[in-house]
């Protein structure tokens, strides 16, 4: 079996690494610490198991589901994020996440996630599954940020730490003028114009660190 890790920091990678090859002791392993590395190592080979970290240099992890459908499409695509579930973890399921998890969770929750999807199903934590069951009996108003596409979102949080639209375009490879296009549409979305109401918000729906 071929896992590929993607998260940037490589103590984290060595930890799931070390749990999975306990479990799985005759898996290959890839290992990424930015999109673009990530992005070469999917095209060049066919993975079972790819676990990623939604923040990432050079871009997001939700960024990269898409890759995993286009060059792996049976994989099983796990999400380990800092972040918390109610915030991430249905987009990520849109986008075609097999399983979200926080890295709190990274131990045994974590191999009973991989078994799982693994197997072709999806794994929701017991305390995601109860938040969805109340939002489906008394469904709330959706918040204005689930109305931001997943490149205008990842937009969204680089304003939030403070960088120009400069340094954004050149850690998502795109041009200035497509970044202050997104950077436009999020503040007509969220109804808020200066980069500081943008962090703010930011913070408060705990969509960055």
């Known amino acids: 079996m071929r896992i ?3 998260d940037d920091h490589e103590i984290v990678r060595r930890g799931m690494k070390q749990l999975l090859v306990e479990a ?9 610490g930015r999109v ?14 790819v676990l990623l970290d939604i923040n990432l240099p050079g871009g997001s992890g939700l960024d990269l589901l898409a890759d995993v459908r286009r060059f792996c499409k049976q994989a099983a695509m796990l999400i380990l994020s800092s972040y918390p579930e109610e915030e991430f973890a ?10 979200y998890l926080t890295k709190a969770s990274i131990g045994e929750e974590m191999l009973l996630a991989v078994k799982k999807v693994l197997a072709g199903g999806k794994y929701v934590s017991a305390a995601l ?11 709330s108003p959706e918040a204005p940020h689930e109305t931001l596409s997943t490149r ?8 939030a730490t403070g960088r120009t639209v400069k340094e954004i375009a050149a850690g998502l490879f795109l041009s200035e003028k497509t970044i202050g296009t997104y950077r436009s549409r999020i503040s007509e979305k969220l109804r808020l114009s200066t980069n500081v109401e943008l962090a703010r918000y930011a ?6 660190e």
């Open 90 to 99: 249905v987009r990520a399921f849109k986008l075609g996440a097999s399983g």
């Open 4 to 6: 590929l890790l993607v």
């Open 129 to 139: 599954a109860e938040k969805l069951a109340r939002a489906l009996g008394d469904p």
């Open 36 to 49: 673009p590395e990530a992005r070469a190592l999917l095209a060049q080979t066919k993975w079972e198991l």
């Open 24 to 32: 799985y002791p005759r898996a290959v392993f890839g290992e990424a």
């Open 152 to 159: 205008e979102l990842e937009v969204l949080r680089q304003v």
């Open 203 to 208: 913070l408060q729906h705990r969509l960055v």
